[in-house]
C-alpha cells in the first residue's frame, strides 16, 4: 500500500512539474522591477530546492514607520518614494525578547516590512496567495526568510507573503483611552493585507485569492482576523495551526494595570494614564521589550502560558475603528464571524515543548493542582472548587501518582490539551455553525524534521512537539542537511505543503488522489478529522476520552461547552 502511495506521489510530482511551467515566467527576469501604489521596486532571483526560479521583494514597507509620536499608535498608510526602491534585503525586526534565545534584539521600531515570494511576474497568472503571520508568543519572531523560507510552498506554483508587526508592548499596549486603544499588532497585520490587497497582482498573485495562515501566537492572530470586523473581506480562506482566539493566552486580560506596572518596573510609578503614555513613549523601544515576565501577577506566575501583551477587547470610541470589542467567544456564539472556510489542528504532543518547565514546578504542582485549572474556568468559581477541579485535573492524567519523569507522557498530554487541543476542538464545533467547509487535522508526523522534539532531547517520548510542523512548510538552516539527505523526508514535506496549498487554492485540501485519503470536512454529529502521520487516516472525535473531560469541567463551570451547542 505504502509502496503504492509513494509511486503515485512522485508520478504526481513529476507531472505536477511539467504543468507548473505555465504559472512561472517562461524566460526569467534577470532584473526584477515591479511597481506598486507606492513606487517601483528592484527583487532578486533565486532558484528554489526543485530547481525553479523565483522572484523576492524583501523589506517591503506597508504602513509609516510607528516611530516618535506614532510608537503605539494604529498604523498609517505607507509614503511612497521616488527612484527604484531596493527590495534585496529584509528589513529590520521589530524591538524584541527572543523566546528561543532569551536575549533582547534591538531591531528597529522601523519594521513595518513585509516580503513577497512568487514565480511569476505576470499580472494574468493569478496565483493563489499565503500570508503567514509568524509565531512567537506575540512577543518574538519576524517574517524573515531565515526561518520562514518559501521554497517548499513555492514548488506548489502559490505567492507567500510574510510580514512583520509590532511585538509585546510596542504592539499590544492597551490604555483603554482613544491615543491607545490596543491591539496596534494586529492592526499592522491588517494593514498588511490590505497592502496584499492592493498590490499583490503585480506580483502574479490573485487579490481575490488569499489565504492566511499562522503558527501558535500567528494561529491565534488568524484566529482573531476571523472574528474581527476590521479584516472582513480581505482575505478568502484561513489555516490555523496550534492556536485560536478563545485560548487563555490568546487575549491579553486587565491590560491598564499591567502597563502601570510596567512602567514602575523601568522607574516611573504613576496613577495618571496619560502621564504613562508620556512615559513610555520616551523610553528607549528595547526597554519595552522583555516586560511580560516582570509583570506578571502571582497567579500568572503559576498558572498557564506566560503570554499576556496580546490581543485585547477593545474600549470603544467615537470615531475610532476598533479591531475586536467583544469577548471572541461572544462572537463565535453569535455567528458574527468572517465566514470563510478554515483548515485548523494541533500537533500530537505540542507539551513536550512545555515539558521541563512543568518538570521544574513538579513539587509546587503536586501540592497546588488548582493552578491546573484554566483561567477562564478559575475566574467562573469559587477557591475551593478551584482546587477540586485541580485534584479531579490531576488524577485524570496521574491517576494516584505524582508529577514526576516517570509521568512525563502524561505531563506532555496535560499541556498539550490545556494550552491547545482542547480549545482547538471547542472552537471547530462552535465556528460550525457559521456553515463553512472546516478541514480538522492532528498533526503526527515524527521523522528528522523534528527539530524541536529533537532539540530537546525527548525522541524517546512519542509525538510532535510545538512548532514542529513548521519545518514541513518553510526550508530553514535548522533542517536543510535532513531535507537534501533523506528522499522520504522530501515525499512528506511534498505532500503537506500540497495539502496546505491545495486549500489556498481551491478551499479543499484534497482535491485529488494524491494524498491516499480524502479528507472529510468537520461536521457536529461526525467530528471528522485527518490524521496527518505516515499512514494517514479519517478519525472521529480527535483525542475524544481527553476532550470530553476538558468539556466536562468548562460545562459545570458554566461557560460555554462542547456539549451545550451538539445541536
Known amino acids: 500500500m505504502m509502496k503504492a502511495i509513494v509511486v503515485t506521489v512522485v508520478l504526481c510530482a513529476t507531472l505536477f512539474v511539467r504543468l507548473s511551467t505555465s504559472s512561472q515566467?517562461?524566460?526569467?527576469?534577470?532584473?526584477?522591477?515591479?511597481?506598486?501604489?507606492?513606487?517601483?521596486?528592484?527583487?532578486?532571483?533565486?532558484?528554489?530546492?526543485?530547481?525553479?526560479?523565483?522572484?523576492?521583494?524583501?523589506?517591503i514597507p506597508y504602513a509609516e514607520p510607528p516611530i516618535g509620536k506614532l510608537r503605539f499608535k494604529d498604523p498609517l498608510p505607507p509614503k511612497s518614494w521616488k527612484g527604484i526602491r531596493e527590495a534585496v534585503n529584509h528589513g529590520s525586526v521589530c524591538p524584541q525578547f527572543d523566546i528561543t534565545t532569551e536575549k533582547l534584539i534591538a531591531g528597529d521600531e522601523n519594521c513595518l516590512f513585509l516580503n513577497v515570494f512568487t514565480k511569476s511576474l505576470t499580472a494574468s497568472a493569478k496565483l493563489p496567495v499565503m500570508v503567514c503571520i509568524h509565531g512567537g508568543a506575540f512577543t518574538s519572531g519576524s517574517g524573515n526568510s531565515d526561518f520562514l523560507g518559501p521554497d517548499y510552498l513555492l514548488q506548489h506554483n502559490v505567492i507567500l507573503v510574510t510580514i512583520n508587526y509590532r511585538l509585546e508592548m510596542l504592539g499590544f499596549l492597551s490604555l483603554d483611552i482613544p491615543e491607545v486603544p490596543g491591539n496596534a499588532g494586529m492592526k499592522d497585520q491588517v494593514a498588511a493585507l490590505k497592502w496584499v490587497k492592493n498590490n499583490i497582482a503585480q506580483f502574479g498573485g490573485d487579490p481575490n485569492n488569499v489565504s492566511i495562515f499562522g503558527e501558535s501566537a500567528g494561529s491565534a492572530a488568524v484566529s482573531h482576523h476571523l472574528l474581527s470586523p476590521m479584516s472582513k473581506g480581505l482575505f478568502n480562506?484561513?489555516?490555523?495551526?496550534?492556536?485560536?482566539?478563545?485560548?487563555?493566552?490568546?487575549?491579553?486580560?486587565?491590560?491598564?494595570?499591567?502597563?502601570?506596572?510596567?512602567?514602575?518596573?523601568?522607574?516611573?510609578?504613576?496613577?495618571?494614564?496619560?502621564?504613562?503614555?508620556?512615559?513610555?513613549?520616551?523610553?528607549?523601544?528595547?526597554?519595552?521589550?522583555?516586560?511580560?515576565?516582570?509583570?506578571?501577577?502571582?497567579?500568572?506566575?503559576?498558572?498557564?502560558?506566560?503570554?499576556?501583551?496580546?490581543?485585547?477587547?477593545?474600549?470603544?470610541?467615537?470615531?475610532?475603528?476598533?479591531?475586536?470589542?467583544?469577548?471572541?467567544?461572544?462572537?463565535?456564539?453569535?455567528?458574527?464571524?468572517?465566514?470563510?472556510?478554515?483548515?485548523?489542528?494541533?500537533?500530537?504532543?505540542?507539551?513536550l515543548l512545555m515539558l521541563s518547565d512543568h518538570l521544574s514546578k513538579a513539587d509546587f504542582r503536586n501540592k497546588n493542582p488548582k493552578y491546573l485549572v484554566p483561567r477562564e474556568i478559575a475566574q467562573k468559581i469559587s477557591e475551593d472548587k478551584t482546587k477540586v477541579f485541580g485534584e479531579r485535573i490531576k488524577k485524570f492524567y496521574v491517576g494516584n501518582k505524582e508529577f514526576s519523569n516517570?509521568?512525563?507522557?502524561?505531563?506532555?498530554?496535560?499541556?498539550?490539551?490545556?494550552?491547545?487541543?482542547?480549545?482547538?476542538?471547542?472552537?471547530?464545533?462552535?465556528?460550525?455553525?457559521?456553515?463553512?467547509?472546516?478541514?480538522?487535522?492532528?498533526?503526527?508526523?515524527?521523522?528528522?524534521?523534528?527539530?524541536?522534539?529533537?532539540?530537546?532531547?525527548?525522541?524517546?517520548l512519542k509525538g510532535v512537539a510545538h512548532a514542529d510542523d513548521l519545518f514541513y512548510l518553510f526550508n530553514n538552516a535548522d533542517t536543510k542537511d535532513v531535507y537534501e539527505k533523506q528522499e522520504k523526508v522530501r515525499q512528506i514535506v511534498y505532500k503537506v505543503t500540497k495539502l496546505w496549498t491545495d486549500f489556498a487554492k481551491t478551499g479543499n485540501p484534497t482535491p485529488d488522489n494524491s494524498y491516499g485519503v480524502k479528507w472529510e470536512p468537520y461536521t457536529r454529529t461526525g467530528k471528522e478529522y485527518l490524521?496527518?502521520?505516515?499512514?494517514?487516516?479519517?478519525?472521529?472525535?480527535?483525542?475524544?476520552?481527553?476532550?470530553?473531560?476538558?468539556?466536562?469541567?468548562?460545562?459545570?463551570?458554566?461557560?460555554?461547552?462542547?456539549?451545550?451547542?451538539?445541536?
Open 25 to 59: 515566467d517562461k524566460q526569467p527576469i534577470n532584473d526584477p522591477i515591479v511597481t506598486v501604489r507606492e513606487g517601483k521596486l528592484r527583487g532578486s532571483v533565486h532558484t528554489l530546492v526543485d530547481g525553479s526560479t523565483s522572484y523576492s521583494f524583501k523589506g
Open 237 to 351: 480562506r484561513a489555516i490555523e495551526q496550534s492556536g485560536t482566539s478563545i485560548d487563555d493566552w490568546g487575549v491579553g486580560r486587565d491590560p491598564v494595570a499591567r502597563a502601570f506596572r510596567a512602567a514602575k518596573v523601568l522607574g516611573k510609578d504613576t496613577k495618571d494614564v496619560h502621564e504613562l503614555l508620556d512615559f513610555l513613549q520616551s523610553v528607549p523601544a528595547l526597554d519595552l521589550a522583555g516586560l511580560t515576565f516582570k509583570t506578571d501577577t502571582e497567579d500568572e506566575k503559576n498558572r498557564g502560558l506566560p503570554i499576556h501583551f496580546a490581543p485585547v477587547i477593545e474600549k470603544k470610541f467615537n470615531n475610532i475603528e476598533p479591531f475586536l470589542c467583544e469577548e471572541p467567544l461572544t462572537i463565535l456564539l453569535s455567528g458574527k464571524t468572517n465566514r470563510v472556510p478554515i483548515m485548523i489542528g494541533y500537533n500530537s504532543a505540542e507539551g
Open 406 to 460: 516517570s509521568t512525563a507522557e502524561e505531563i506532555v498530554n496535560l499541556q498539550t490539551d490545556i494550552n491547545f487541543a482542547y480549545n482547538t476542538n471547542r472552537f471547530v464545533h462552535l465556528y460550525s455553525a457559521a456553515n463553512q467547509p472546516i478541514y480538522k487535522y492532528r498533526f503526527n508526523y515524527v521523522t528528522d524534521m523534528n527539530f524541536i522534539k529533537i532539540s530537546l532531547g525527548l525522541t524517546h
Open 531 to 567: 490524521n496527518l502521520e505516515e499512514h494517514p487516516t479519517v478519525g472521529h472525535a480527535a483525542d475524544r476520552d481527553r476532550t470530553n473531560f476538558w468539556d466536562s469541567l468548562y460545562c459545570e463551570a458554566g461557560v460555554p461547552c462542547i456539549a451545550r451547542y451538539n445541536l
